[in-house]
């Protein structure tokens, strides 16, 4: 199985807002986020992918659930050094 189904067979409604599309994979990212001069990776971050043109969406309460956590109300899961490069 890829991971691929009708949102709607489950119990939630996806329409893509790009192309009308209602098929999605539900997925994980990572993101970093930068938050009052510092950088805090979230991980796992479920995502729906539209089947048909790959846009990327979340949920509202997921978008919440992040700003909770960059926002520092819930501990870390881990604190590590990470080494940062200047493209240019």
């Given at each position: ?59 509202v ?5 992040v ?13 590590t050094?990470?080494e940062l490069?200047?493209?240019?």
């Amino acid at each position: 199985m890829d991971g691929r189904f009708r949102i709607s067979e489950v119990g939630m409604m996806f329409t893509c807002q790009v192309c009308g599309s209602s098929e999605a994979s539900l997925e994980t990212v990572a993101e970093v986020f930068e938050v009052d001069g510092r950088r805090v990776l979230v991980e796992n971050i479920p995502i729906l992918v539209c089947g048909q043109c790959g846009e990327m969406s979340f949920s509202v309460d997921t978008a919440e659930k992040v700003r909770r956590i960059v926002r520092g109300e819930t501990p870390p899961a881990e604190v590590t050094e990470l080494e940062l490069y200047d493209f240019a």
